[in-house]
C-alpha cells in the first residue's frame, strides 16, 4: 500500500507540474480588469505631464521639470485644429498644436467581429473611447529638435507650437503635407509629412536660419505611450519595447524598461544604445506596432525609458547633430511605422526600403529557424485555400509528413511494447507485492523480445521544437485574428462560441462569455472534440504498469479538455489534427506489426473488469 502511494503521489505531481507549465507557458490572455472611465480633459493633462520630461529623457539625461519651448511636442487638447489623415488603409488627423500625430485608426482592422465595429486605433491623443468602453490614454509620434552647445531651447518648437498648413490639404498617398512655424527670432522650421499606401510615414524637418550666428541642433523624434497597455498574459508572445541596432534584435517588456525618477537629483540616464548601420526602435503589441526607422545604413542613437512621474514609455531616436550656418537650411528624414504587423508588408518594407531585418519585429521566438518557415507555409496555404481553418489542417498533414520518419520509430516502439503488455500483466500477477521482482522480469522480457522502452522517447523529444514552433506560429500570426472557418466559428483566435451549457444553442439562452467564471466548464465543440482525440490516441499507447499513475494518465485527455477550452480555436482546431493524424499513423504501424489494436474491445473489458461480482 505504501508503495502504491508513493506511486500515486509521483504520478499526481507530474499531472501537477504539467497543468502548472501549460498554464504558465501556454495560458491564453487573462481578461483585463476594468479600468475607470477618465475624461479627455485628464487623459491630455497627463500626457502634458509625460511631455514635460520627454525632451530631456531622449537625451539621454535625467528629466528636468521644464516647460520651456524646446520641450517635446506632445498631443494637444481635442480641440486643437487638425490636419486629416486619410489614405486606403489609415484615416486620423495630426494636432497643428504641437504637431503630434496623435490620432490613428486601421481602417483594414475592426475592434470585433460585429460588421458595426469600430476600427482599430492604433495611436490617439487621449480620452477616445474603446470598444470595452473604457478611454484611450495618450500614444502618439512627434518629432523636434534639441538646442546643443549655446543655443537657446526657447527657440525651438515646442507643445504649444502653433503650426501652420503652408501645402497640402489633407495628408495622403502622392499627396504630402508641410507644416511650418517661424519663431519670429530669425529661425524657420518645417516638417514635411509624407505616407504610403499601407503603413509607413516619412517625416522631414529642416530649419532655415535667417540669424546672424550659426545654431547647432540634434534632431530627434519619438513615440510615447502613456500608461502600461493591456498585454497577453503568456510568455508566448513579447509586448513592449522592441529594437533593432545594428543586426541585434532587443526586447524588453514594459515591467522592465528603466525607470528615470521623476525627482532630477535621483534620476539617472536614459537606456541609450548607438548604432552605427541602422536598425529602428518601438512598441509592438501582438497584432499592431509604432516604430521609428531612421534612414538605413545611417548611425543614429536609439534611447529607451519609462517616466515614473507621468506613468510613460518612451522609444526615441536621434540623429547626428547639425549645425546650421546663417543663411543655410539643415533637413533631417525620420520614418514612422504605425500599422498592422502584416508579413507581406513587413516584407516589403525590409526588402525595397533596406530597413534591417525588420521582419524580426514578428516575434519569431528562439525557433526563428522553424517558425519563419512555418509561417511561409502557412502564408501560402492561407492565399491558396482561401480559408484559414483548412489552411491550418493542411499545415498540420504537410508538418506530420515531414517529421514521420523521425516518428515512426516511436510509433514501432510503441507497437512492440503494445504487444507486450499482456506478458507484463502476467509478470504483474505472478510477482505480487514484490516490485523488484516485477522489475527484473520485466527488463528479462525486454532483453528477450529485444525491445528498448527508452527507444522511443529520442524522436519525441526531437519533435517539440517543431510542434512548439507551429504552436507559435498559429499563436501570433495576424492572419489568424478574425478569421472564419465553418459554421459557429466565425473568428479563429478567439474560443469556440458554441457551449454544452446550452446544448450547443438548441436551448434558449446564450452561453457563457470566455471571461465569465463558468468558461472552464461551459466546453464547446471543438474542445469537446479535442479531449475525444486525445482519448483515442491514448488508448494506442503502452499502459504505465503501476495502477495508481494509470488512474492518473486516464484522466489526463479530459483534463486537457478543460484546459484547452478557452483557448483560441486555431490552436484548437491544431490539436485535433494533430492528433488524428498521429492516431491514424501510430494504428497503421501497429496494424503493420501484427497487432491490431481493439480498442473498442479494451473498452469493453474494462468494464466487465469493474463490474460487481453477483452474489
Not at 24 to 33: D, G, K, L, N, Q
Not at 565 to 575: D, E, K, M, R, T
Request: hydrophobic share 45%.
Amino acid at each position: 500500500m505504501d508503495e502504491q502511494n508513493r506511486n500515486l503521489i509521483l504520478a499526481t505531481v507530474l499531472s501537477t507540474l504539467v497543468l502548472v507549465v501549460w498554464y504558465t507557458v501556454f495560458s491564453p490572455a487573462t481578461p483585463p480588469a476594468p479600468q475607470p472611465d477618465t475624461t479627455s480633459s485628464a487623459s491630455v493633462t497627463a500626457s502634458q505631464t509625460a511631455a514635460s520630461t520627454a525632451a530631456s529623457t531622449a537625451t539621454g539625461q535625467a528629466a528636468a521639470p521644464s516647460t520651456s519651448a524646446g520641450e517635446t511636442p506632445q498631443t494637444a487638447p481635442v480641440d486643437t485644429p487638425r490636419l486629416v489623415i486619410d489614405t486606403p488603409r489609415l484615416k486620423g488627423s495630426i494636432a497643428l498644436i504641437g504637431g503630434a500625430l496623435d490620432d490613428l485608426l486601421l481602417k483594414d482592422y475592426r475592434e470585433t467581429i460585429d460588421p458595426g465595429s469600430a476600427d482599430v486605433r492604433l495611436l490617439s491623443y487621449g480620452g477616445q473611447k474603446e470598444a470595452d468602453g473604457t478611454l484611450t490614454k495618450p500614444y502618439f509620434a512627434n518629432y523636434g529638435w534639441i538646442a546643443k552647445d549655446g543655443t537657446d531651447p526657447s527657440l525651438l518648437p515646442g507643445r504649444d507650437t502653433p503650426w501652420t498648413v503652408e501645402s497640402g490639404a489633407k495628408l495622403a498617398p502622392d499627396a504630402p503635407v508641410v507644416l511650418k512655424w517661424d519663431n519670429g527670432k530669425g529661425l524657420v522650421f518645417r516638417r514635411k509629412i509624407a505616407v504610403d499606401a499601407n503603413y509607413m510615414f516619412t517625416v522631414t524637418q529642416s530649419v532655415e536660419n535667417r540669424t546672424a550666428a550659426p545654431v547647432k541642433l540634434e534632431p530627434y523624434g519619438l513615440v510615447l505611450r502613456q500608461g502600461t497597455p493591456k498585454t497577453h498574459s503568456t510568455y508566448v508572445l513579447h509586448e513592449g519595447l522592441i529594437r533593432m541596432a545594428d543586426g541585434k534584435l532587443l526586447e524588453v517588456k514594459y515591467s522592465k524598461m528603466p525607470s528615470l525618477d521623476p525627482d532630477p537629483a535621483e534620476g539617472g540616464p536614459a537606456e541609450v544604445v548607438q548604432a552605427q548601420t541602422g536598425g529602428w526602435v518601438g512598441f509592438t503589441d501582438k497584432y499592431w506596432m509604432a516604430t521609428l526607422i531612421p534612414t538605413p545604413g545611417q548611425p543614429f542613437t536609439s534611447v529607451a525609458k519609462y517616466i515614473a512621474d507621468s506613468e510613460s514609455y518612451l522609444a526615441s531616436v536621434r540623429q547626428p547633430e547639425q549645425v546650421i550656418a546663417p543663411g543655410q537650411t539643415a533637413d533631417a528624414s525620420l520614418m514612422l511605422f504605425a500599422g498592422a504587423k502584416e508579413w507581406e508588408t513587413i516584407k516589403h518594407y525590409q526588402n525595397d526600403l533596406h530597413i534591417t531585418k525588420f521582419v524580426d519585429s514578428i516575434d519569431w521566438g528562439w525557433f526563428f529557424f522553424l517558425t519563419k518557415p512555418m509561417f511561409w507555409l502557412l502564408h501560402n496555404l492561407h492565399r491558396l485555400i482561401g480559408n484559414m481553418g483548412f489552411a491550418i489542417i493542411a499545415l498540420t498533414f504537410v508538418i506530420k509528413t515531414l517529421v514521420f520518419p523521425l516518428a515512426r520509430k516511436s510509433y514501432i516502439s510503441m507497437a512492440k511494447m503494445k504487444e507486450l503488455q499482456p506478458e507484463i500483466e502476467k509478470l504483474k500477477e505472478a510477482s505480487g507485492d514484490d516490485r523488484a521482482k516485477l522489475q527484473q522480469g520485466m527488463m528479462a522480457l525486454y532483453k528477450k523480445e529485444k525491445v528498448n522502452p527508452a527507444s522511443g522517447c529520442l524522436p519525441v523529444f526531437l519533435q517539440i521544437p517543431i510542434f512548439y514552433s507551429l504552436y507559435k506560429v498559429i499563436y501570433v500570426t495576424l492572419e489568424l485574428r478574425q478569421a472564419p472557418f465553418v459554421g459557429w466559428i466565425r473568428d479563429l483566435s478567439a474560443p469556440d462560441p458554441s457551449s454544452i451549457l446550452n446544448l450547443f444553442g438548441l436551448l434558449p439562452w446564450a452561453a457563457p462569455d470566455h471571461t465569465s467564471a463558468l468558461a472552464i466548464v461551459s466546453l464547446g465543440v471543438l474542445p469537446i472534440l479535442l479531449g475525444i482525440s486525445m482519448w483515442f490516441q491514448q488508448k494506442l499507447n503502452p499502459a504505465p504498469t503501476d495502477a495508481a499513475q494509470a488512474q492518473v494518465f486516464a484522466w489526463m485527455p479530459w483534463i486537457f479538455m478543460f484546459m484547452l477550452g478557452s483557448f483560441a480555436s486555431g490552436l484548437v482546431l491544431y490539436w485535433i489534427t494533430n492528433n488524428t493524424i498521429t492516431f491514424l499513423q501510430q494504428y497503421t504501424i501497429m496494424t503493420m506489426h501484427g497487432k491490431r489494436p481493439d480498442i473498442f474491445g479494451n473498452i469493453r473489458a474494462g468494464f466487465a473488469r469493474n463490474k460487481p461480482a453477483a452474489k
